[in-house]
């Protein structure tokens, strides 16, 4: 058991620094194009100054993403072993398209940063936009190889044996879509929200406020849009959840008892010993309705299902509902932003930078609570129903001072990270256009 702790811990802990990298590294191609866009369309230095400082934040959001990247995938070897003997030749197709998608990205990142009146205008905006859309081909493909744990397709499961292997079933699974449609948005609504929260800030502090407004401008648009889609996407996964994975639904919801017309919860503190959520709020029969479409649908409970096979219920419900709360909360904000379009005055107000400089970490907080919930959600199984976590980790004995290493190794990365952007920050409020 100490072994399989300690081997969560450190997946646990990579896995919540790497998707943050991940994640910027995929979205903020997208601002440099725009603002490259927007320069090359109105000749305006305000967008060629914010385009070529966000290049140097892709720059280094594509290294930082690399390197805990590469890390996590020798983890996988180490810490998974068994996992990786019967899954590789099935997965394994995603992870070679992903490393295909990284080294286009790569080669059209050179020519962006080093192309600036090298190459023509055109062929070098183009670059940037197949930078961003590589980097968003590698999030998707590297969430379809971790979605088929949730729904394993492409083998037959016979004797304990893998048979009959089809790496595009296995690829294409059933829940690869919508998983990977809520991951992408979800990462573009951090990402916009967190960029466009540093630029309010600078706007409240009186700084470069010219240069800042139209960055906040262009990522809380994306930021927004991608708020106001997400729920949608929610509600298929949610779907496909209640269809594959019942167990998880269940314990997303706290929900005990197997009953028609199921309540939806909101909030509740989860008591796992007596079976119940106190200070909830109830609505009637929406969860029924959410999950299948159905007001008087049935939705099982977790004492349908054995002990050894459910999800922690605690840790699971607390995350799915600070993932479901903060959406909200972007959302409105969202709206909010579109609304005060038309209504300038209030963007003279620093209170309105304020409330949009405090949503900054709001999205990662959310993004981060989502990844809880997909992977906690769908213990005690590394791959559902099939193989359990604790038959796939290694038996190597002291992996506790391997977590150690990797602490030290993403922390490392994170202050760099933070040094290097903290840096750029200054040196663009100090820039004059």
């Not at 595009?168 to 929200?193: G, I, Y």
């Not at 849009?225 to 298929?236: E, I, T, Y």
Request: glycine share 8%.
């Amino acid at each position: 058991m100490e072994n399989l702790d300690a081997a969560r811990m450190q997946m646990a802990f990579t896995l919540i620094f790497h998707i943050v990298f991940a994640c910027i590294g995929m979205v903020m191609p997208f601002f440099m194009v725009i603002s490259h866009y927007k320069f090359l369309k109105t000749r305006n230095p305000v967008f060629l100054s914010l385009t070529k400082s966000w290049q140097k934040g892709v720059a280094i959001f594509f290294v930082t993403g690399a390197v805990s990247g590469t890390a996590l995938s020798f983890e996988l070897g180490l810490l998974w072993p068994e996992f990786m003997k019967h899954a590789g030749p099935i997965i394994g197709m995603p992870f070679s398209l992903e490393g295909a998608a990284f080294f286009i990205e790569a080669v059209a990142l050179g020519f962006y940063l080093y192309g600036w009146n090298k190459i023509p205008e055109k062929f070098h905006l183009v670059t940037g936009i197949i930078v961003g859309v590589s980097g968003v081909l590698s999030g998707i493909l590297v969430v379809s190889a971790n979605s088929w744990m949730n729904a394993p397709s492409g083998f037959d499961y016979i004797d304990g044996k893998f048979l009959n292997i089809d790496p595009v079933k296995a690829f294409l699974h059933p829940a690869w879509f919508t998983q990977a449609l809520h991951m992408t948005l979800a990462a573009f609504a951090a990402t916009s929200f967190a960029v466009a929260g540093i630029h309010a800030y600078q706007v409240y502090k009186n700084r470069n406020v010219t240069l800042h407004k139209a960055a906040f401008k262009i990522a809380i648009s994306i930021g927004a849009f991608a708020a106001l889609l997400q729920p949608l996407s929610g509600d298929l996964s949610a779907k496909d959840i209640a269809q594959r994975q019942p167990a998880k639904l269940a314990a997303l919801e706290a929900h005990y008892e197997t009953e028609k017309g199921a309540p939806l919860y909101i909030g509740g503190i989860v008591n796992e010993e007596t079976q119940e959520v106190s200070y909830k709020i109830e609505i009637p029969k929406a969860l029924s309705f959410l999950s299948f479409g159905d007001f008087d649908a049935e939705v099982k409970g977790l004492n349908d299902f054995l002990k050894e096979d459910r999800p922690p219920v605690a840790i699971t419900h607390y995350a799915f509902q600070i993932m479901v709360g903060l959406g909200t909360l972007m959302l409105f904000s969202g709206i909010f932003y579109f609304i005060s379009i038309k209504k300038s005055k209030w963007q003279e107000s620093k209170k309105y930078w304020l409330f949009f400089a405090c949503l900054a970490p709001v999205g990662f907080i959310a993004l981060e609570a989502g990844w809880i919930v997909t992977e906690v959600g769908r213990q005690p199984w590394i791959i559902h129903n099939v193989m359990r976590t604790k038959d796939a980790v290694t038996p190597m004995p002291g992996m506790i001072y391997s977590f150690y290493m990797y602490v030290l190794l993403y922390t490392v990365l994170a202050i760099a990270v933070t040094w290097l952007m903290s840096r750029q920050i200054k040196v663009l409020n100090n820039s004059k256009n």
